[in-house]
């Protein structure tokens, strides 16, 4: 009896399961307070010094920008009318958000799952959002009806009611029933991550392509999840009435949702084919560029990895700039120089993200083949991020997948890890010893620019064409072009015109077959 009253009253060594579950549940607390710090201004800050998008001299004047943030929403401020006649000083707030995310233990641990809620933080904070709160549950998979449990959904409608939110996010892509479930027990508008994409995305382009092309992501995306209210969508007297048939061919007719199901369809059918025409002058400038044996370098990585900084860098292009994800959408094309005066282009891709939604590899597929026809792929990442492992694993499986479907070979790829200045030089090590083809770069502050200039000029293809010619004086024009997109080996002055010793295409090689010094024996 003694030894029962002894293990009653002596505190137990082991943890038990409400102390597990409690802690557990710190845990958890823990995590989505750092996820709510991981896009606040700090961590900008922190990245970018005082100027949080980190503009340079070379970013230029920024009119984009401000134009962009002209129209942003404010904090603080309401939504409703006192009166019906103050419609023009109507005024504007962010939505107020809660964040909820499901991870697996046989998919991911924990920290890839914060990261993931922290990237779906910042899209949510980039769509023009109020980030409250989160909530993130350990699941095997997500619940078919409600993507949470049903007691971590309820605990969620307690939050939102709480901190007074009227949008939930979810970390994943729901299906009609699961946004229906899950709005029906936290009653407040529900999205997925796909749908804050394609809002980013809508809010961004500027382009006639750029416009349609969201626009055939957010149709493709719409069509499965439109949802009708009973027979009150349906259309009586279909068929064949109204073609004389009569007695026996009156049907329901056609419901009001597969109206809108064909509507949608044929309209997606009109911007895929508008879509295919304005793609026609790309691939008649990139023709262009071919036929005068021009090299393309394309920029792609991952979003707000700074490549639009990298090419302003480069080239001085002055494209939009901005610490937000998916900030550059309409692709740039500039030209470049090697250290020795050989010119190629450089073309800024739209940015790629985990799960990135398959309808917008669809609709950007034309944007993509910038990547697949280029010589060189200049693959950036963000060596400052918490997982830059995983930025290049997700923007390398989209580009596998582009190959594969064209059916062409892999572009030779040269990493750039961009802001160097601001990433932990134990990452750098690692990403360069683990990258056997890249190199550490700061576009904001300069710094290993002439190394990467250096490497991207090995990797260009070299002219296969190697001729001894004497170009007259008067065609100084082809010995300009042989300087420009050849190799020039040896050149000499003699009376007779340029003696030149170099490797060129086989276009420009044909033109000078006539100026071909011939050796006798």
Known sequence: MN????????PSTEPTHTDRDTESSLEFDRAIARILRGHGENAAQEVHGDDPDGHTSFDGDQLDLADRRALRRAAGLSTELSDVTEVEYRQLRLERVVLAGVWSSADSNRAEAEVSLQELSALAATAGSDVLAGVLQRRTTPDVATYLGSGKAQALADLVAAEGADTVVCDGELSASQRRGLEDIVKVKVVDRTAVILDIFAQHAKSREGKAQVELAQLEYLLPRLRGWGESMSRQAGGRVAGGAGIGSRGPGETKIEL??????????????????????RVEKRSLRHARAV????IAGYTNAGKSSLLNRLTGAGVLVENALFATLDPTVRRAQTPEGRPYTLADTVGFVRALPHQLVEAFRSTLEEVAESDVVLHVVDGSHPDPEGQ????????????????????????????????????????????????????????????????IAEMLPVPDVELEVVVPYDRGELVHRVHTTGQVLDEEHTADGTRLLARVRPRLAAELERFRLTRTA
């Open 260 to 281: 809108d199901r064909r509507r949608i369809r044929g309209r997606m059918a009109k911007l895929r084919r508008e879509i295919k025409g304005m793609g026609t002058t």
């Open 295 to 298: 090299p393309a370098v394309s």
């Open 3 to 10: 030894q029962r009253h002894a293990s009653a009253t002596e």
């Open 392 to 455: 290049l694993a997700a923007v390398r499986a989209v580009l596998s997948d582009l190959y594969t479907e064209r059916d062409a070979p892999a572009v030779p790829e040269l990493v750039a890890i961009n802001k160097a200045d601001a990433a932990d030089p134990e990452v750098l090590d690692r990403l360069l010893r683990k990258e056997k083809n890249a190199v550490a770069v700061s576009a904001r502050t300069g710094a290993g620019m002439d190394e990467l200039l250096a490497r």
